[in-house]
């Protein structure tokens, strides 16, 4: 069993800056992909950004290029999400997940372990 413990959401203004940390723990013998995920009210579930076991290889939606980075410590078992230049349209709650494969998944059920969520909000 693997479990995820998320920290870092608050409140912003548009423009502003958060830092979303993940911590794996349980167990865990095998590279594993980090996904980050977000759902705002009313709304599915969406991908957002993934990052691979060695940090080469990472993925972004879209609507995040340019503005979100993912990092990762693997001796701390910990990822980040280092997001930017937020907008109002970036609120929703966030979730890290884990996938016990070496390519960066975009679909919700390709993650079978997740964390609680934190929520992040933006002011316009």
């Known amino acids: 069993q693997v479990q995820l413990a998320e920290s870092g959401g608050g409140l912003v203004q548009a423009g502003g800056s958060l830092r979303l940390s993940c911590t794996a723990s349980?167990?865990?013998?095998?590279?594993?992909?980090m996904g980050w995920f977000r759902q705002a009210p009313g709304k599915e579930r969406e991908f957002v950004a993934g990052?691979?076991?060695?940090?080469?290889?990472?993925s972004y939606a879209d609507s995040v290029k340019g503005r979100f980075t993912c990092s990762r410590d693997n001796a701390k078992n910990t990822a980040y999400l280092q997001m930017n230049s937020l907008k109002p349209e970036d609120a929703a709650v966030y979730y890290c997940?884990?996938?016990?494969?070496?390519?960066?998944?975009?679909?919700?059920?390709?993650?079978?372990?997740w964390g609680q969520g934190t929520q992040v909000t933006v002011s316009s």
């Open positions: 349980g167990r865990i013998f095998r590279t594993y992909v």
């Open positions: 997940a884990v996938r016990l494969q070496e390519r960066i998944g975009v679909q919700v059920n390709e993650y079978p372990y």
């Open positions: 990052i691979s076991w060695t940090g080469v290889t990472t």
